[in-house]
């Protein structure tokens, strides 16, 4: 049933939400947009629960339709209880494919922990449990269509999630499932692991405020030999101390991609969501031939539009997990160099002591 809905009886409910991955800030801009162009087309859906009208989805389209007092439709559809709400939700969000991996896993898993144990029937003079999980976990796969184990690590991730969300911060539960989150799953359950104070150090790893990790002397001094001398470092730390000599530097201040690139570069990026514009600028450049010769770090994510962008150039996948610089920690993502230029010998020669290198065919 569709109908207009009063905005003032409609409840945004925290633990329904958060099952909801945000938006980024080019996509609510552009919905934005869209709603104040064309109007809210399609209705928000409502959870009748008891006396609650819950927003189960819509929450974007709700917060601007209010902002901008724009008229919106609401479907009203009633639930038993909080739980089928809940797995309404769930399904509703997996339905879609913007989803990563990591988005899908977790809501499976907050599934999955959620009713494991409600369907068992105890003996209370056994003391037996006729439902340990496995039951759960095996009728969630054929639904999914994938294995019982994935359901079951999908349920521990989720609760790592949480934990370090409810320790750190909800932002740092947003930061580990976005599309550009470089810390693979060991690594949050690692870290979920250990006390609420050391939860709070390593949340670095997952905000984009740490997008600086400055580059370890060892890479320096190999990017050194390979190209003799730094024309440009577009992604300095500052120009007074900087952690890499080059006769020019672009700091934040200066906007290095609103600036053309020359000679030989060296680029560390930052390593948030904008990653992507710097890898862009660097190729634009050096196909226009304005940077005759570049190196750069940055995350070895096979699995971004970034990586496919860089995959015709020689690069060296890193052993092991990097120091960075003014870290305590070895950073919680592997990753790789990439060379562009005329002297492919040259840059195996001096970091293949320090991975694999691959050369596209």
Not at 77 to 97: C, H, M, P, Y
Not at 135 to 148: C, R
Not at 207 to 212: D, M, P, V
Not at 280 to 303: F, I, M, N, W
Request: aromatic share 8%; hydrophobic share 30%; charged share 25%.
């Amino acid at each position: 049933m569709t109908e207009t809905h009063s905005a003032h009886s409609i409840q945004i409910d925290a633990d329904l939400s958060s099952l909801i991955p945000p938006l980024s800030p080019d996509e609510y801009n552009q919905l934005e947009a869209n709603l104040l162009a064309d109007g809210c087309r399609d209705p928000l859906m409502i959870g009748l629960i008891d006396d609650m009208a819950l927003l189960l989805d819509g929450h974007n389209r709700y917060r601007i339709c209010q902002k901008h007092h724009i008229p919106f439709d609401a479907v009203r559809k009633e639930f038993d209880s909080r739980e089928e709400a809940t797995n309404w939700v769930i399904n509703n969000q997996l339905g879609r494919r913007n989803l990563t991996p990591e988005q899908k896993s977790y809501l499976r898993g907050k599934r999955y922990n959620a009713e494991k144990n409600q369907g068992f029937k105890g003996n209370q003079h056994s003391g037996i449990r006729q439902n340990d999980g496995k039951q759960t976990a095996e009728q969630l796969a054929d639904e999914y269509k994938v294995s019982p184990r994935t359901i079951e690590r999908d349920g521990r991730f989720a609760e790592a999630v949480d934990t370090i969300a409810t320790n750190v911060g909800v932002e740092t539960k947003q930061q580990i499932l976005s599309r550009e989150n470089p810390v693979p799953k060991k690594e949050i359950l690692r870290i979920a692991q250990l006390p609420p104070e050391e939860q709070n150090q390593q949340s670095v790893h997952f905000t984009s405020a740490t997008s600086e990790w400055y580059t370890p002397p060892e890479i320096i001094k190999r990017v050194v030999a390979v190209l003799n001398e730094i024309d440009l470092d577009p992604c300095s730390n500052n120009t007074e101390s900087p952690n890499v000599s080059a006769h020019q530097y672009f700091t934040q201040a200066d906007d290095g991609l609103s600036r053309p690139w020359h000679g030989r570069v060296y680029m560390n990026p930052p390593y948030g969501r904008e990653i992507i514009e710097w890898v862009k600028h660097l190729c634009s450049e050096y196909d226009e031939g304005r940077v005759q010769e570049a190196l750069c770090l940055v995350p070895s994510r096979t699995d971004t539009e970034w990586f496919r962008r860089l995959k015709k150039h020689p690069r060296c996948f890193v052993w092991g997990r990097l120091h960075f610089s003014e870290s305590e920690n070895a950073a919680p993502f592997p990753s790789m160099v990439v060379y562009m230029g005329n002297q492919p010998d040259k840059f195996k020669e001096h970091f293949q002591d320090m991975g694999d290198i691959y050369i596209a065919l």
